[in-house]
């Protein structure tokens, strides 16, 4: 069973960082794109970015661009969404996304349960 | 950015009936788009991609259809388990953009 588990999301003051962590089991992670996408009360759902299999391509929304960093650690089944200089609109519900293991326009098949960043002083 | 629009925002149905959620996108995207179902208090959930493939395990009274700009979310007998906000996606380029959602209930 595929399984995505969030963690790391924090009251955190403005300006300041965050690590979110992801470990994903029952499948073959190396394998697969994965994608972060975050959601807002009331503002819906936003795609965070995109990483590929062997981390040598990733893909950021341009409000997270030179702030936010995605990484994933293939040896232990952990995708990473550093945050810096975090803003009062980057609050939101983070969530950890299996994409495809070939086309990424295929996209997405499994979603974490999620985990809240609070960005507020 | 490809912008997609959903519409109706919100619709109220009765058990057994038809629904039909439709998005459009300001520009070709193929068929690069999914559907997800968000039940209240839960992460979203995968029902469409490909515009028109079931995901493994969805119920078949959920169906997509649609290529280009347009495309449609069709619940061929609404029950009551499908109460939920549903969202469309287009995966053709980053970024990757969501429509505003569409928000089912039961009347």
């Known amino acids: 069973e595929v399984q995505l588990v969030e963690s790391g999301g924090d009251l955190v003051q403005p300006g300041g960082s965050l690590r979110l962590s992801c470990v994903a089991s029952g499948f073959t992670f190396s394998n697969y794109w994965m994608t972060w996408v975050r959601q807002t009360a009331g503002k819906g759902l936003e795609w965070v970015g995109n990483i590929n299999q062997d981390d040598t391509e990733t893909y950021y929304v341009d409000s997270v661009k030179g702030r936010f960093t995605i990484s994933r650690d293939n040896a232990k089944n952990l995708l990473f969404l550093q945050m810096n200089s975090l803003r009062a609109e980057d609050t939101a519900v983070y969530y950890c996304l299996r994409g495809s293991s070939g086309l990424v326009r295929l996209g997405p098949d499994y979603w974490g349960q999620g985990t809240l960043v609070t960005v507020s002083s | 950015d490809i912008q997609m629009t959903q519409s109706p925002s919100s619709v109220s149905a009765s058990v057994g009936d038809r629904v039909t959620i439709t998005c459009r996108a300001n520009?070709?995207?193929?068929?690069?788009l999914a559907w997800y179902q968000q039940k209240p208090g839960k992460a979203p959930k995968v029902l469409i991609y490909g515009a028109s493939n079931l995901q493994s395990g969805v119920p078949s009274r959920f169906s997509g259809s649609g290529f280009g700009t347009d495309f449609t979310l069709r619940i061929s007998s609404l029950q009551p388990e499908d109460v939920a906000t549903y969202y469309c996606q287009q995966a053709k380029n980053f970024p990757w953009t969501f429509g505003q959602g569409t928000k089912v209930e039961i009347k």
């Open positions: 520009q070709d995207i193929s068929n690069w």
